[in-house]
C-alpha cells in the first residue's frame, strides 16, 4: 500500500523522504523553516490538550494506556501493528435464525474483502457470503489469485490441484487454490500466464476483458472437473458476465446440469464491451451472440464493428437478475443503454438494498479503534476523533464540541460527485468545519487534481486529503468513520453505498445526494412527512448550492443543538443496516429458481 497523506512540514529526515514521494510539497529553505515553527505550535497545542481530563475519560484501561499519535510519528498511527483479520472475526453475523432447506451457492467475483476490495462488490460478496454461512447455507467463494494478494490474510491456504482451462485454442495449465477468509471458504484461480499479475488487483499489463473472460469458464471447467454442483451460481459484474453464456450454451451440454444462475449488477456504469473475436477466444463464437436479443452493446448497433456487452449477455441468460436497491432498480429501468434489456426482462429484475457486516463494522469491538464505544455509551466516539485530529495534525480552534468533523471516503470518479466534493472541501474549510478525504483516483488526471487540493489544504488544520494508489487502508478507513460527526456521499447516482450505512453504524451522521439506494436509507431531518424516518441531511440537487444549503443545515443542527445531535447520533448507530433481512432476501430468490431435489 502507497499512501502519503500530507500535514505540516516533518522535520525527520525519514519523514522528509516520506513526503517528498507523494510530490505534494517543495523543500525550500525557506518553507521548512516557516512550517517548522508552525508545527512546533500545533504540537505544543496538542500537548496541552492532551492534559484536558475530560479528553480521556470513560476509555478503558488498556485503551488508556494508548500512545497518542502525532503527525511527527515515523509510523503514521493507521500502519501501526494491528490484529489480523481473521483474528478479528470468523464467525458471521449474529442473530441470524438457521434455515431448514439449505443449498449450495457459489459466489464468482473479482473482488472480495479484505484480500482483494477496490469498492463496495468486495464487501458485498464477503458479507452476503458470511450471512449465508451462519445461515447453515454451504458457500464458495471463486476469485482470481491476484499476484497483488496478501496470501498472510488467507488461513488455511493450500494448493488443491492443477487441471487446464481453455483459452485462445489451447488449454492453459491453472493451479486451483483453497483457504479461509474470514470463515468463507475461497478458491483461488490462477493461471500459468500473465493473467492477474501486477501490484493492483485492477490495471495490470493484461488484458482484463480476456482474463475474466478466461476466469468464467475457468471456473465452470473447475466445476466439471472436481465433479462439484452447486444449486447456485452467483456472479457479479460485468467481469463475470460471460459465465452465463458459457454455462447454459456450453457446460450445461456438457456436466453441469443442476446449477441455475443469479446474476447481482452492483454498478449499471460499466458494459463489459467485449469485441466479438475477444469473446470466441473462451471457445464460443461471439458472432453468434452479436444480435440484439442476446449479447449485442446497443451503443454499437450499425458500428462497424458491432460489439458484445458481457453485461448485457448475463442479464439475458441468468436465471434471475439483482440490482443493490429498489430506487436504483426504478432509475435503471427508466434510463441508461441497457433500460430496454432489463425491461423486456423485468420479470425476473429484482432490487435488493445491500447491507452492511455488523461484526466486521463494530464500534463496540473494532480492533483498529483506540476506544470502543456503542449506542448505549458513545464517549469512546469522542476519543476517537481526537485520536484521529491528532494524528492527522488537525489542530480545531476553540471549542472542539463546535467543530464538526466531516469525512469523505470513496473512489474518485464522477460518478460520485468529483465538483461536489471539490466543493465541500472549500465550504466546510469556510465555515471552520473539518473535513478528511480518503480515498483512491483510478484516473491520472482526477488524482493530479486532488493531489493539487491536498498541496493546497493539507498545510493547514483544518482539511486532510489522504489519496491512495494501490491498496485500500482498511485500519484508516475503520479509524475516519469512527471519528466522524457527518459522513459525506454526494454522489451524481449511487447504485446502494455502503458509506452511509457503514458510517450511521459508527455514530457519524450521514449528508447524502438523493439518488438510488441513499434514498432507500437517508430520510431528511426537516422532512415534516415522516419525522420518525428523519436520520440525516439530504440534498437533491448536482449543484454546489444545493449541498452548500445542506452542510449549512447539518452544522447548524450540529453547533446549535448538541443535545438533540447526540440523540441523533444513537438513533442512527440503532438501525439496522445489517444483511440480517436482506440475505433472507436473497435466500429466497435462491430457492425461486434453483432446481429442487430429485
Request: aromatic letters at 10%; proline letters at 5%; one cysteine or more.
Amino acid at each position: 500500500m502507497i499512501l502519503h497523506p500530507c500535514f505540516p512540514q516533518p522535520t525527520s529526515t525519514f519523514l522528509q523522504q516520506n513526503f517528498k514521494n507523494c510530490g505534494f510539497y517543495s523543500f525550500k529553505n525557506w518553507v521548512n523553516k516557516k512550517l517548522k515553527h508552525e508545527l512546533r505550535n500545533c504540537y505544543s497545542k496538542i500537548r496541552a490538550v492532551e492534559t484536558d481530563p475530560t479528553r480521556l475519560e470513560n476509555v478503558p484501561a488498556e485503551e488508556g494506556s494508548r500512545t497518542w499519535p502525532s503527525p511527527l510519528d515515523e509510523v503514521p498511527f493507521w500502519k501501526r501493528e494491528f490484529p489480523s483479520w481473521h483474528n478479528i472475526t470468523t464467525v458471521g453475523p449474529t442473530g441470524i435464525r438457521k434455515d431448514s432447506d439449505l443449498i449450495h451457492i457459489v459466489h464468482v467475483t473479482a473482488e472480495m474483502a479484505p484480500i482483494a476490495k477496490v469498492g463496495g462488490l468486495g464487501d458485498v460478496v464477503t458479507g452476503l457470503a458470511r450471512s449465508c454461512v451462519t445461515r447453515g447455507h454451504k458457500v464458495d467463494v471463486f476469485m482470481p489469485f491476484y499476484e497483488c494478494i496478501d496470501r498472510g490474510q488467507i488461513e488455511e491456504l493450500k494448493l488443491i490441484d492443477t487441471y487446464s482451462s481453455y483459452y485462445d485454442e489451447r488449454w492453459i495449465e491453472t493451479r486451483v487454490y483453497g483457504g479461509v477468509v474470514l470463515g468463507i471458504h475461497v478458491v483461488f484461480v490462477e493461471p500459468s500466464n500473465d493473467f492477474f499479475t501486477g501490484e493492483s488487483v485492477y490495471g495490470g499489463s493484461y488484458d482484463e476483458m480476456e482474463a475474466y473472460l478466461f476466469f468464467s469458464r475457468a471456473c465452470l471447467e473447475w466445476l466439471q472437473v472436481c465433479g462439484t454442483e452447486p444449486d447456485i451460481i452467483h456472479v457479479h459484474e460485468w467481469q463475470t458476465g460471460g459465465l452465463p453464456l458459457l454455462y447454459w450454451d456450453m457446460y450445461h451440454y456438457l456436466s453441469l446440469k443442476k446449477p441455475r444462475i443469479v446474476l447481482t449488477i452492483h454498478n449499471m456504469e460499466h458494459y463489459g464491451e467485449c469485441r466479438q473475436e475477444q469473446f470466441s477466444k473462451c471457445g464460443l463464437d461471439g458472432s453468434v451472440y452479436a444480435t440484439e436479443e442476446k449479447a449485442v452493446d446497443d451503443r454499437t448497433i450499425g458500428h462497424n464493428p458491432e460489439r458484445l456487452s458481457l453485461l448485457k449477455g448475463g442479464i439475458v441468460y441468468s436465471n434471475a437478475v439483482v440490482t443493490v436497491s429498489p430506487t436504483y432498480l426504478k432509475e435503471t429501468l427508466c434510463s441508461g443503454w441497457l433500460a430496454g434489456t432489463l425491461i423486456r426482462h423485468r420479470d425476473k429484475y429484482f432490487g435488493i438494498l445491500n447491507g452492511i457486516d455488523t461484526e466486521i463494522w463494530n464500534p463496540a469491538t473494532d480492533a483498529f479503534l483506540p476506544a470502543k464505544f456503542d449506542a448505549k455509551k458513545v464517549e469512546g466516539k469522542k476519543q476517537c476523533k481526537v485520536y484521529v485530529q491528532r494524528g492527522l495534525g488537525l489542530d480545531p480552534e476553540g471549542d472542539i464540541d463546535k467543530v464538526p468533523l466531516v469525512v469523505c471516503i470513496t473512489r474518485l470518479v464522477a460518478q460520485k460527485g468529483l465538483h461536489l466534493i471539490m466543493n465541500a472541501i472549500a465550504y466546510v474549510n469556510l465555515l471552520g468545519g473539518q473535513m478528511v478525504v480518503l480515498g483512491t483516483a483510478p484516473d491520472a488526471r482526477v488524482g493530479r487534481e486532488f493531489e493539487a487540493l491536498a498541496h493546497s489544504h493539507n498545510q493547514g488544520s483544518n482539511i486532510r486529503i489522504l489519496l491512495m494508489y494501490r491498496l485500500f487502508s482498511e485500519e484508516l478507513s475503520h479509524m475516519l468513520y469512527a471519528a466522524s460527526d457527518i459522513v459525506l456521499v454526494p454522489s451524481v447516482y449511487e447504485p446502494c453505498g455502503l458509506a452511509q450505512m457503514i458510517g450511521m453504524r459508527y455514530g457519524a451522521v450521514p449528508l447524502v445526494r438523493k439518488t438510488g439506494g441513499l434514498a432507500d436509507t437517508v430520510f431528511d431531518m426537516d422532512d415534516r412527512l415522516q419525522p420518525e424516518m428523519a436520520n440525516g441531511f439530504v440534498f437533491e440537487g448536482i449543484d454546489e448550492g444545493s449541498l452548500n444549503q445542506a452542510i449549512d443545515r447539518a452544522f447548524s443542527y450540529y453547533r446549535q443543538k448538541p443535545k438533540e445531535w447526540r440523540g441523533l447520533v444513537k438513533k442512527v448507530m440503532g438501525i439496522d443496516n445489517s444483511w440480517n433481512n436482506t440475505a433472507g432476501k436473497y435466500i429466497d430468490l435462491y430457492n425461486s429458481v434453483r432446481v429442487g431435489d430429485q
